[in-house]
């Protein structure tokens, strides 16, 4: 793997049949691919080292055995540049890399391999000679653009520059006192091995190298000025494991690669067991310990295949196990490592119970029960369940399934009973799988039997055997209906009731597990080769699945969450992957029913305990830390009152001595200023003097100046004239010369290319002559053959020699046209030369007007200079008035300081009362501030009880509502039975029992003050009520007299027709009917007065007067219970509503 130095490019190397190079595009949001390189037909297996060039535009990498071949690619455009090989198959090929400031050179390393290549002319060759036996060379670092540092096996740091060794460092450590204690445990005649010292990487940054020095240390190498170049100041190890069994086999770990971060500010060690290790430069750097150690990047990882992977539903946790000894707990939403426990022994399954506090794993001798405590795995039971390869807690807890072999045994985790036990595997179970409603299990094993089993019966409910096929995982749909099996035999299969439904081939991959989402819309299956397959459901018939490349090794487990957001995979590379399943839109996928994740954990009472007693010493030192600055605040507060009296002492001492230094700067300035007038008398007398000599100087000088300009302009003149007539001269000799050498050379030219035309005449006329001699000879006999042959090869050479001349001729008659070229150009370099020189006199001349109008400038300059000078003199003048002002000005503000001091003294004072009082109003703000807070603290716990209360006040009001509304309908279905007046009475006697109970009256009798207070409160809030329910029952009694004269009016009319219709019944009838006919009459009249006998009677006035009073009289009676209940409101307590007792 290698990265651009842009930070852009990330190339990865991966290993198959057919080794191939895939260059990924990091600033792209998902990382697209950008190239996939292979080294063409040539068979290449993987690529040992990668490495972009500088520009990375340029990638090389170094093939594995047996061929050790370098590739050279502009990788954009899918070009190899060049391929060298680079060993021969018994040295191997560890690192290269690029120049850091040249994409052409590059530096091979590997076992007795140091080489440089240089690419040019589209090959690599080698710029070095390998003379020096440099060993087994497992790392190298370019340290500038010639050095490159070499670390061997045996410790030895090599600095090569220019392929020559130029300096030779031991990175064997100093004995320290860890170490000597380590020596005295060891035998004394006991040699050291240098391969303790291997360096295995190396890794350069501005101030020097870091390199990997043996297992699990790192040391620091600095620039120095003298002759070893390099200084080791920092050695750096990897720390002690605390949750591990050895603490100390961590630090055996070898460190694989090293990198620094594009600041240069952070260490990164990854090492042969996949773990990442940190360390900050800027740390060491405040430190001055030799000695420090690294800290993990993230969290440690296993260094193992994964054996068993878990996850649970009341918490985002997943438990795995591997055969590297350890048990460790992952938040796969944060990503984090919760806990992690090593053990003695190799872990081969586990579970985790759905309430995420206890986990089952499962070892080669026992199956051991652990709580997971809050920062530990602590085992709270022991089964005697030998080589458990499978467990599996049931989706409600209450049972676990443990595989021993070819038998399954059921536990109750209530009990630890084994209750039950199931055989009929011939073979080991490779996978068990619980029903949604843990009625059924599943399980499926090497004997190519899936069998469905009957927890509650212990029977076989259903199998399946194909004994061509080993299975490896099996899994349910979400109605346990269909079960879904995969194995050795490369297909997917679709089992109901015994029978295999569908069967999708994988194309020659064995699929090792298969899991189905809680929705029941997708598979997912886990290949031989570390590939994950999603695969729709219902299946398909042809090949229609989606594949992702996740893993290197072959996918042992493989589990989805409850909320079918998230999919774990596990491999044999140690790796546990989690992936977000999205639909096609890219969107993640809903889950209606499913409800928060708990946040509870378990503690032993012993870490509860502990962990108060620190809680306790942590307030107590607390406490004590505040004691100390407070002592501390109040001696700063001494020190700063005894320095601000030192500093007015001070003060007042430098206003004192400014004063003596301002009289005696005054006294200096009147000296000054005498010696200051003289100074300027003397300098304007040598001012008139010097003027008067330069004027007449430059006068001189102007005057020789004007004559030698003339001379040299009329010089110049006569040299332009005969210049321009030898040029001419010059151009119309040359001119001639080359006609006539042209008309000679163009002469020589035909005459030699009608000697070619003559020649190749001759070449074909013999090369007729010699088609007709090969054709007679070959009607000649075989007794010829020798004689024509000799003659032949005679007539060949002859005709060789001839087109050699004739090629020798050639080549003198270019040679000829060569060398008349050349003195054509040189001709035309004499005539560029005659106008170089003509440019140059040209020059001078201009150089020279230049000269003139310098001395112009100057002569004008000098002029400037003299008024300048008359005017420093005036401003001289102004400066020494301006001076006595400063004078009187001085003294005036020294009177003024003076009175300043005064006040400034009076303010500090002041100041130093308000900061005592502000200290005690301080104090006294702290103390209210304490006191707030302890009362807001008190009133948010009277909120809290308070809105407890009044969430439970809400609740029986709506409580008391319901009851409300179910009274008024019982009592509008009892206004019904009004007429009849036994159900009445038995609907009242319901409602009472419904309503009423016994122990209301006794909780009526018990009541406290408290209650009765509160149930006045009731009672006139109740009574308003009863008043607004008055209102309502009037409008109520109202409505209902009308529908009431409506109503007995329409029975009055039909009381009539039935009047009428049974005296025409009784005419109609005759007395010749038999008896059963006169019953049947009978049994109809009797049902007819029994439904309507007084209005048969009476007239439908009287009719319609009775059931108005019967209904009067009903609304009355119901009016005094309202009133009855209100009474009976103000003495009940207002947690319940119900009817008083009533005595019928």
């Not at 055996?252 to 240069?264: D, G």
């Not at 069998?451 to 194909?466: C, F, G, H, I």
């Not at 305990?609 to 406490?623: P, Y």
Request: hydrophobic share 35%; charged share 30%.
């Amino acid at each position: 793997m290698a990265i651009s130095p842009n930070r852009r490019y990330l190339a990865v190397s991966e290993m198959g049949d057919k080794g191939t190079i895939t260059v990924y595009d990091l600033k792209h949001e998902q990382h697209q691919k950008k190239k996939v390189l292979s080294a063409g037909d040539f068979p290449m297996q993987e690529f040992v080292s990668l490495a972009f060039s500088p520009d990375s535009k340029y990638l090389i990498g170094q093939s594995g055995a047996p061929d050790w071949t370098l590739y050279y690619w502009m990788w954009e455009k899918h070009k190899v540049m060049a391929s060298v090989k680079t060993s021969i198959t018994t040295s191997p090929v560890y690192q290269v890399s690029f120049n850091p400031q040249n994409n052409t050179q590059i530096c091979v390393s590997g076992r007795g391999v140091f080489k440089l290549y240089h690419y040019a002319e589209g090959a690599l060759k080698q710029s070095n000679s390998q003379k020096l036996d440099v060993g087994n060379v497992l790392s190298h670092a370019w340290l500038s653009d010639k050095q490159v540092i070499l670390g061997t096996e045996t410790g030895r740091l090599l600095m090569m520059e220019g392929g020559d060794l130029r300096c030779e460092m031991s990175v064997a450590p100093k004995p320290t006192t860890r170490d000597s204690h380590r020596s005295q445990k060891k035998h004394v005649d006991e040699p050291v091995s240098d391969a303790l010292y291997r360096i295995s990487a190396i890794a350069t940054y501005v101030k020097g190298f870091a390199c990997a020095t043996g297992p699990g240390t790192v040391c620091l190498f600095e620039k120095t000025e003298g002759k070893e170049r390099y200084r080791k100041t920092r050695v750096i190890r990897i720390p002690q494991d605390q949750c591990s069994n050895d603490p100390s086999n961590a630090e055996q770990q070898e460190i694989a690669t090293l990198c620094f971060s594009p600041s240069e500010e952070i260490l990164i060690a990854s090492t042969d067991r996949g773990q990442l290790y940190s360390f900050t430069l800027s740390s060491a750097e405040m430190s001055k310990e030799e000695l420090v150690h690294f800290e993990l990047l993230s969290h440690s990882f296993h260094s193992g295949p994964i054996t068993g992977l878990s996850i649970c539903i009341r918490k985002p946790l997943v438990a795995t196990c591997s055969l590297d000894r350890s048990v460790r707990i992952w938040n796969y939403e944060t990503n984090d490592l919760e806990l992690y426990k090593e053990f003695n022994e190799e872990a081969y399954s586990i579970a985790l119970h759905p309430s995420g506090l206890y986990v089952l794993v499962g070892f080669s001798d026992k199956l051991l029960l652990m709580n997971l405590l809050i920062d530990d795995i602590q085992t709270f039971r022991e089964f005697n369940v030998h080589k458990c390869r499978e467990v599996a807690f049931s989706h409600g807890g209450h049972m676990f399934a443990a595989a021993n072999g070819n038998v399954i045994h059921l536990f109750s985790t209530t009990t630890f009973e084994n209750t039950q036990t199931l055989q009929g595997h011939r073979g080991k179970v490779r996978a068990i799988e619980w029903s949604k409603d843990d009625s059924r299990l599943v399980s499926c094993g090497m004997d190519g039997a899936v069998y469905e089993w009957n927890t509650l019966t212990s029977k076989r409910e259903s199998d399946s055997v194909l004994k061509s096929c080993s299975y490896t995982g099996v899994t349910l749909s979400p109605d346990s209906k269909t079960v879904f099996a995969v194995g050795t035999d490369c297909t997917l299969k679709e089992i109901t009731d015994s029978q295999i439904l569908r069967e999708m081939q994988s194309h020659g991959v064995p699929y090792t597990n298969v899991v189905m989402s809680r929705s029941g819309r997708m598979l997912f299956a886990g290949t031989s080769t570390g590939t994950i397959r999603a695969i729709k459901y219902p299946l398909p018939v042809q090949k229609d699945w989606v594949e992702y490349q996740a893993h290197a090794a072959p996918v042992t487990k493989m589990a989805i969450t409850h909320d079918d957001q998230f999919l774990l995979t596990s491999s044999e590379d140690g790796c546990l992957l989690v992936w977000k399943i999205n639909d096609m839109e890219g969107r993640g996928l809903k889950w209606d029913t499913w409800a928060c994740y708990t946040k509870e954990v378990l503690i032993t009472k012993s870490d509860l305990e502990e962990k108060k007693q620190v809680i306790l010493e942590l307030k107590m030192k607390v406490e004590n830390v505040k004691r100390e600055n407070q002592c501390q605040l109040q001696l700063q507060d001494k020190n700063n009152n005894d320095k601000i009296k030192k500093l007015t002492q001070n003060f007042i001492q430098e206003v004192e001595s400014l004063k003596t230094k301002n009289q005696v700067l005054r006294r200096e300035m009147e000296k000054q200023a005498l010696t200051h007038e003289e100074a300027t008398a003397e300098l304007m007398e040598k001012h008139s003097k010097e003027l008067q000599d330069l004027e007449s100087s430059k006068m001189k000088m102007f005057i020789r100046v004007y004559e030698q300009n003339y001379d040299q302009q009329v010089k110049s003149q006569h040299m332009e004239a005969d210049f321009m007539k030898q040029l001419h001269l010059m151009e119309h000799s040359k001119t001639k010369v080359l006609e006539e050498m042209t008309g000679h050379y163009e002469a020589k030219l035909q005459e030699k290319l009608q000697m070619l035309k003559q020649c190749q005449e001759e070449l074909r006329q013999k090369e007729c002559q010699f088609m007709d001699f090969k054709k007679t000879v070959e009607e000649d006999a075989d007794s010829e053959i020798m004689q024509i042959r000799s003659t032949y090869e005679t007539l060949i050479q002859d005709m060789k020699d001839t087109n050699l001349k004739l090629k020798t001729d050639i080549g003198i008659i270019k040679a000829k046209v060569g060398s008349l070229q050349k003195k054509v150009t040189e001709g035309m370099e004499d005539i560029d030369n005659l106008q170089t020189d003509n440019q140059k006199l040209q020059e001078v001349i201009t150089f020279r007007d230049k000269d003139i109008l310098i001395l112009e400038t100057k002569i004008q300059e000098r002029d400037e200079t003299i008024k300048q000078k008359e005017k420093c003199i005036g401003e001289l003048k102004n400066k020494i008035q301006s001076l006595d002002q400063l004078k009187y000005v001085l003294e005036y503000k020294i009177k003024e300081l003076k009175e300043q001091i005064e006040p400034t003294q009076k303010a500090i004072r002041d100041m130093k009362e308000q900061k005592q009082e502000m200290d005690v109003e301080l104090r006294s703000f702290n103390k209210r501030n304490y006191h707030l807070k302890l009362d807001v603290t008190a009133l948010n716990l009277k909120l809290k009880t308070m809105e407890k209360e009044m969430k439970k006040e809400k609740q029986r009001v709506r409580d008391l509502q319901a009851e409300v509304k179910r009274f008024k309908t019982d009592l509008h279905n009892c206004v019904g039975f009004i007429q009849e007046p036994r159900k009445l009475k038995h609907t009242i006697q319901e409602m009472y029992h419904k309503y009423v109970q016994l122990s209301d009256v006794v909780e009526i009798e018990g009541m406290d003050a408290d209650v009765q207070r509160e149930s006045v409160c009731q009672r006139e809030h109740m009574e308003i009520n009863v008043a607004m329910l008055k209102k309502q029952l009037a409008k109520d009694s109202e409505n209902h007299r009308a529908q009431n004269t409506k109503s007995v009016q329409e029975n009055s009319s039909l009381i009539q027709e039935i009047n009428n219709l049974r005296c025409e019944l009784k005419l109609v009838q005759t007395p010749l009917h038999d008896k059963k006919a006169t019953t049947e009459l009978n049994r109809k009249k009797q049902s007819c007065t029994e439904l309507r006998a007084v209005p048969a009677v009476d007239s439908p006035s009287a009719v319609t007067k009775t059931i108005f009073d019967l209904r009067y009289g009903g609304i009355q009676h119901l009016r005094q219970e309202i009133k009855a209940q209100g009474h009976s409101h103000t003495r009940r307590s207002p947690h319940r509503y119900r009817l008083p007792v009533l005595t019928l």
